[in-house]
DNA sequence: AAATTAAATGTGTGCGTACACATTTTAAAA
DNA sequence: TTTTAAAATGTGTACGCACACATTTAATTT
């Protein structure tokens, strides 16, 4: 049919008989052009199938756009460093595309910073901002400046659905907790106890955690036949009594399994594990970060499960570039797959460029 | 630095003091061009950093690529079907850029045939191939014609290295084989027994079946300290014998998990299990094709390892595309992390679109 | 009917690259 | 030195779209 020339504006032009101005009017309908001539395009129109191509589109509009990345300081922790790995990989992939990306890193210990930062985003005049939206009163006020200029703004991480972004990139928490208390229930014969353990400096992502843990409660509710008891630890390593509540939940003799919320926090019990020798007691925790992975190998952690934050942030950048650049739009909630990492998958999960 | 606007062959050219089409022949060394003048744009290529715009150049061309790919026939066989729908994702993916992707099929029992289908594909002279060589003989004098024509070709779902395609989209088997081991042994702590099924209407793809094999028998001689069996059966459906080897496999008292290295096999499996109510017997295969994916939700499937063959298909595709048109080379093999599905986030990979 | 204004339609140019072709410079032959 | 060929370099155009601007046509007003 429509093999070797594709159908041009020009194409529609002649076909409907007038001009390409004309026609580009009623494509992008601004008005100033007569019913008649209105229909013959249209029906021009609805007989062919006419596609724009976007190159030309974008080659045309050709602005340098420019992105501001929101992120917690990927220096101090290593997850917020895999996320800034996406974004410079972003940044790479666009370059040739004259798409700049600004990174701003915010401290997660100083909630108040947060929105003298967004301002200072705002400064630059970005077209549109990527943001891992980990504080929930001070993002909204954020979010409302964003509105008033019209920069669109991409959240990922952690959702914030009320704010109505241009999309989100993450995954389900609530189906996350209950992936971990599958993984940890998995041939468990014996009654016993199982821990779930929040090890995060602050609780500036609480609601985050409690949606991982209410799933794995669920899944607990609906799956188990024999008696297991779930003990849930909210626990600080800079709380002094941070290593004795640890000691005191290894010594339960009872213990079968951990579930540990947070990436950070898996290698910490990990490491306690280790030092006691508790081999057999099950561990389920997130991420592929190198404490993580040196665990995982040596068998301390059972499984991992992957939240990806490097492509996370990279999608995040692919979502608001499509956008911008070429019109395009996608769903607006990108939910990742609940990847669940062994020893012996792990390493096609690094090689593997994009995952 | 390079805010605003980007470098072009025009600044180069007026900053080497010499004019866009000699800048042009240096770029592209074309020759016909001085030692001077080439002296002089190398010297600024080396101070500037350019990149070419994509968007322009793939403009200018605006070629329109017609790209076969070779699969076996989607409609009798839901792995292959899932296939074709990654190829049908990406027909409509690059539509607006003027790719059209013919699909030619051929039947998984008739090799002889398939030379044949090799020269019906070039006399459509495609500008690339996208293939899944499942039939290794017969691949060689295909992959001798394509290159007699330069025309690129990529390889998927099984790799044949010696052939040197432009890209190979799969994974790594022998890890497979071992994901599988680990799988089926985790939480196992009596003796026993561990199947490894072949079911096949043919030994189409045997290299492919005991490449996981082999990595499923390495990592029990690593890993395992108790005592366990591993049995071999490699069956044929069609085989009069096919219920009663089953029958008898199932009649073992110690078999602990079974592992069928098909996709297609697996629900084969699933289904004896089923009947004779075998729900303790683990039971790992592979692939998201909706038989099997009821049996992962009934639970007499444990695991199910993701292939992702609409993604492959997807991705070969893509590498294809951006090899002819936008001359951007990707890594020539790309291996697919190995998914562990279960349960609990099968639907988190059914949702996300790409995965 | 002529003049004025508004509406409708058409024309032209730039975006950055690639490539064909025209022009200039240099080297070799007469 | 002039002629001829070859090498080097420069110029112009197409690719498809969007948008600014020029031109034409229709509707009002004088």
């Known amino acids: 049919m429509d093999i070797g020339k594709n159908i041009r504006i020009k194409d529609i032009a002649k076909l409907a008989g007038v001009s390409v101005g004309t026609v580009d009017r ?33 080659l045309g509009s050709n602005k340098n756009y420019k992105i501001a990345a929101l992120i917690p300081d990927p220096t101090v922790d290593a997850y917020w460093a895999q996320t800034n790995l996406g974004i410079i990989q972003a940044q790479a992939e666009w370059a040739q595309y004259g798409v700049t990306v600004d990174t701003f890193t915010f401290d997660i210990f100083d909630k108040n910073a947060f929105i003298g930062l967004a301002q200072e985003v705002l400064e630059t005049a970005p077209d549109g901002i990527v943001m891992a939206p980990i504080f929930y009163h001070e993002s909204l006020p954020a979010f409302e400046l964003f509105r008033d200029q019209s920069i669109p703004y991409v959240l990922f991480n952690t959702n914030i659905p009320e704010s109505q972004p241009l999309g989100f990139i993450g995954q389900n928490l609530n189906q996350s907790g ?3 208390a599958e993984l940890i229930n998995l041939g468990q014969h014996e009654s016993g106890t199982f821990a779930v353990l929040h090890i995060d400096e602050d609780v500036h992502d609480s609601i985050h955690l409690l949606e991982k843990e209410k799933g794995f409660r669920e899944y607990f509710q609906e799956h188990r036949k024999h008696k297991f008891e779930i003990v849930d630890f909210i626990l600080n390593p800079n709380d002094p009594s941070f290593d004795n ?11 079968k399994g951990i579930f540990v919320s947070t990436s950070k926090g898996t290698s910490v019990a990990a490491s306690y594990l280790e030092k006691h020798g508790k081999r057999d007691i099950r ?16 068998g301390i952690i059972d499984f991992l499960i992957n939240q990806n934050p490097k492509r996370q942030a990279l999608l995040g950048i692919s979502h608001l570039v499509n956008h911008l650049m070429f019109k395009k739009s996608a769903p607006s909630m990108e939910l990742f797959p609940l990847e669940v990492i062994t020893q012996q998958n792990v390493d096609s999960y690094l090689g593997s460029g994009i995952h």
Chains 1, 2 share one sequence.
């Open 26 to 58: 009623v494509l992008h309908n601004r008005g100033r052009v007569s019913d008649e001539a209105l229909k013959k395009v249209t029906s021009v129109m609805d007989q062919i199938d006419y596609k724009p191509n976007l190159i030309a589109r974008t």
């Open 178 to 180: 209950r992936v971990g």
């Open 245 to 255: 509540q640890l000691e005191q939940l290894l010594a339960d003799k009872t213990l």
């Open 283 to 298: 561990l389920i925790g997130y991420d592929l970060l190198d404490e993580n992975l040196k665990f995982l190998r040596s």
